[in-house]
């Protein structure tokens, strides 16, 4: 069962949104005109969305770490040095895994304080490590 999207709160929609497109080049989608709070929807992959909600007094939870609560994607290998400097540029804080895998990962916090888990590609299926 795919997921077909996932929502997170932000406290400036125009930085969360420039951060994805610009970091993983997500796109930018058309979103619904019903929604009661300023929103951004971008496609992750085909049938996969991610959905930014504008909450002014958003705070970022305690959790929001490896052995927490983080959101995982795959990303080719290759363009990890490439990738890393385009989440430090767009203001994110990279952060070392705090365990060995076969495979190679890594973490990072989001402007808004979200973490994030970059997995090699290639791993879909050695991810259990």
Known sequence: MPIAHFTLATSDLRRARDFFAGAFGWTP??????????????????????????????????????YGRHIAVFHPRGD???????????????KAPLRETTFERFFFRDPDGYF???IEESARDRTRD
């Open 29 to 66: 989608i058309e979103r619904p005109s019903n929604v009661a709070h300023p929103t951004a929807w971008l496609e992750i992959a085909p049938g996969q969305e991610i959905h930014l909600v504008e909450v002014p007094d958003f705070k970022p939870s305690d959790f929001e770490r490896e």
């Open 80 to 94: 990890f040095p490439a990738l890393k400097e385009r989440l430090i540029e767009r203001g994110a804080e990279l």
């Open 116 to 118: 994030f888990e970059v």
